[in-house]
Every structure is written in structure tokens, then in C-alpha cells.
């Protein structure tokens, strides 16, 4: 049973457009919600986190929305680049940091 | 400062052997996580540890897989008798002595099983 669920699974976007990549979760005692970039052949990197009582957190042109009543949150990149050109995934963990579930990922490609 | 190493980068084993997956943390960092990942898929956890400790490694297959992270040295994973179903990249991240959300990752070490 997968604990975070992600989509899309691959996404194309034309330079300047915004990217939106969204997750659900079902288990109530996830209490972090950190998104993470991963380039070929490399390990991920985080790129922005985000915890329930928080409805939205912006760090550049990245921003997080979260939906707490609906256990939704999405990462939207704005101004999309081709060096955003990259996988994508949401994780959620509970507030002893024992364990991430991570989504399946969105493969992103911004388009020139 | 540098980053989270792993080595070696690519494993290549034949059926049967023992593979042996190294992790040296960030400086100042106590806790390890290692995480699997099959090619277009997400990380599946495996295993937490701090210095001397397994903390959670409810996501390790019962068998042949066994992880340590000891008082001096890097993080070990060890995968016995490989199969050809653990191929994979195997990423370990570490976190400071307080535990945070914050993960840093390892470039990852591709193991291919032939």
C-alpha cells in the first residue's frame, strides 16, 4: 500500500509555464512534507518542506499548497526553466523523522 | 564541508555473492537512512540508523540484508547471496544529531546483479 500517492507521472511544460505536481496521503500522523529534486544519475536534493498547520510556504519559484481537510499538497514551479528539467518527488514523514514514504515521482521536462 | 559519500558508485555481482555498500555521513551528522530505488520508481526506506543503532529498518527484507553503522567508520550495507531482483540504486541520506526532516543524499551506489 503506498502511503503517498503522486501525479502526474511525467509532465511536459513550455519555458515560463508553471509546473504543478501534486500528492496525497491518508495517514493523519504524517507531519512533515518535503519535496525533493533529483537529477540523472545523482541522489535527490530537497528542495522545500512544508508540516500541516502551514497552508502554503514559497521559496522562489517554488511554492508549497497544502490541504490538510483534504490530505493534498502540491509543489508548483513558476517561470519553469529547462534546468527544472528534473524528477520530482513528494515524501511525508511523522514527527519522529523514523521513517519517509516517498511518492512514485513526476518526470519533469521544461521545453525550450 | 563535504557531502554524503557512497562507495562504490557501481557494484556489478554475480548471483550468489555478497555486496557490501558503503555510507561516510556528512561531518556532525549521526543518523543514516538507507533507501532503495528500481529504475523509474520512487525510494523505498530500508533502514535507520544512528551511531551504533538500528533505530527502524522495517522496510529491510528479512533476509540476506543486514545494515550497521558503527562507533567509527562508515555505514555498511550488506546484501548476502544477491539476487537479480536487487538491482538497484541504493541511496543513503543523513540527517544532524537532531533529527530533522532534513535529509541530505548520497550520489548513490548502482548495484547491477548479473
Known amino acids: 500500500q503506498q502511503q503517498v500517492k503522486q501525479s502526474p507521472q511525467s509532465l511536459i511544460v513550455q519555458k515560463g509555464g508553471i509546473s504543478i505536481i501534486n500528492c496525497a496521503y491518508e495517514?493523519?500522523?504524517?507531519?512533515?512534507f518535503p519535496w525533493y529534486q533529483q537529477f540523472p544519475g545523482k541522489g535527490p536534493a530537497l528542495l522545500i518542506a512544508?508540516?500541516?498547520?502551514?497552508s502554503e510556504k514559497k521559496e522562489g519559484r517554488f511554492t508549497i499548497s497544502f490541504n490538510k481537510s483534504a490530505k493534498q499538497f502540491s509543489l508548483h514551479i513558476m517561470d519553469s526553466q529547462p534546468g527544472d528539467s528534473a524528477t520530482y518527488f513528494c515524501?511525508?514523514?511523522?514527527?519522529?523523522?523514523?521513517?519517509?514514504?516517498f511518492g512514485s515521482g513526476t518526470k519533469l521536462n521544461v521545453k525550450p | 564541508n563535504a557531502g554524503v559519500m557512497q562507495n562504490p558508485r557501481h557494484l556489478v555481482r554475480r548471483r550468489g555473492q555478497e555486496a557490501r555498500l558503503r555510507c561516510s555521513p556528512m561531518?556532525?551528522?549521526?543518523?543514516v537512512y538507507w533507501y532503495r530505488q528500481l529504475p523509474e520508481e520512487g525510494l523505498k526506506f530500508m533502514v535507520y540508523?544512528?551511531?551504533?543503532?538500528?533505530?527502524?529498518e522495517s522496510g529491510m527484507p528479512k533476509e540476506r540484508f543486514s545494515a550497521e553503522f558503527p562507533k567509527e567508520g562508515p555505514s555498511i550495507l550488506r546484501i548476502q547471496q544477491v539476487v537479480r531482483g536487487d538491482s538497484a540504486a541504493y541511496f543513503c541520506?543523513?540527517?544532524?544529531?537532531?533529527?530533522?526532516?532534513?535529509?541530505?543524499f548520497g550520489p548513490g551506489t548502482r548495484l547491477t546483479v548479473t
Open positions: 541520506a543523513s540527517s544532524p544529531r537532531v533529527p530533522t526532516y532534513e535529509q541530505y
Open positions: 495517514n493523519t500522523a504524517f507531519d512533515y
Open positions: 512544508i508540516r500541516p498547520d502551514v
Open positions: 515524501a511525508a514523514t511523522e514527527d519522529n523523522f523514523n521513517k519517509f514514504y
Open positions: 561531518k556532525g551528522h549521526s543518523h
Open positions: 540508523l544512528q551511531k551504533e543503532n538500528i533505530i527502524d
